[in-house]
């Protein structure tokens, strides 16, 4: 069965500092990888979506890919109060499904 | 704007109605998608379509049906609700234009509740 597994959290961090969000997943197959942000009692929101090794960076926020390692991670620098949200992580093989991680809470600290 | 949009957007109904939510996109996108989303579980994928008169189970089929009779349109049907079935229910879509293979983009969500 293919899983996508998030460190459960929550995790705070205080505003300004870097928040680092970390993903695993089962299936080597995967190609391609996405970070939705969901605020509480809202809609997930696609926010980053990478699919070579190494690092993606939009603005404040970076996706880093280990496909050896099947690993994923959001950075989100200089965190702010508004970034405060639950993130999940999300992985698609060659098929157009995706799999999602459980979430992970992220309150920022003013 | 292109848009996808879910209604009801709550809904309470009795054990053992049939319940039906729609899901209607003005993307144009092929693929269709129904998620249901429960504390501790994340999201679960109940079916999906990736065409007109294309449909799939996913992991949590049991219970749920849909049709898709246009490209605009993906209803979920709950044939005879349970109390299992009290949810946060999500429609989303996607297409592949080449360089953003999959992304998909959801809609704003129907909460049922069976009572």
């Known amino acids: 069965q293919k899983e996508v597994e998030q460190n459960s959290g929550p995790l705070s961090v205080p505003e300004g500092a870097i928040a680092s969000l970390n993903c695993t997943y089962s299936?080597?197959?995967?190609?391609?990888f996405f970070w939705y942000r969901q605020y509480s009692g809202k809609s997930p929101e696609l926010i980053m979506s990478?699919?070579?090794?190494g690092d993606k960076e939009d603005g404040r926020f970076t996706a880093q890919l280990n496909k050896a390692s099947q690993y994923v991670s959001l950075l989100i620098r200089d965190s702010q109060p508004s970034d405060s949200a639950t993130y999940l992580c999300a992985a698609s093989g060659s098929a157009r499904q995706l799999t999602f991680g459980s979430g992970t809470q992220l309150t920022v600290l003013p | 704007d292109a848009e996808i949009t879910q209604s009801p957007r709550h809904k309470i109904t009795e054990t053992g109605r049939q319940v039906t939510l729609a899901c209607h996109q003005t993307w144009n996108h092929n693929n269709m998608f129904w998620y249901r989303q429960d504390l501790g579980h994340g999201l679960r994928l109940i079916h999906y379509s990736y065409g007109v008169q294309d449909t799939n189970k996913g992991e949590v089929s049991d219970g749920y049906s849909v049709s898709r009779s246009n490209t605009e349109d993906l209803p979920l049907t709950l044939e005879s609700a349970a109390s299992s079935q009290t949810s946060v229910y999500f429609c989303a879509s996607s297409e592949h234009p080449g360089a953003t293979p999959y992304e998909q983009y959801f809609g704003p969500g129907t909460r049922l509740t069976v009572t």
């Open positions: 990478i699919y070579s090794n």
């Open positions: 299936d080597r197959g995967s190609q391609s």
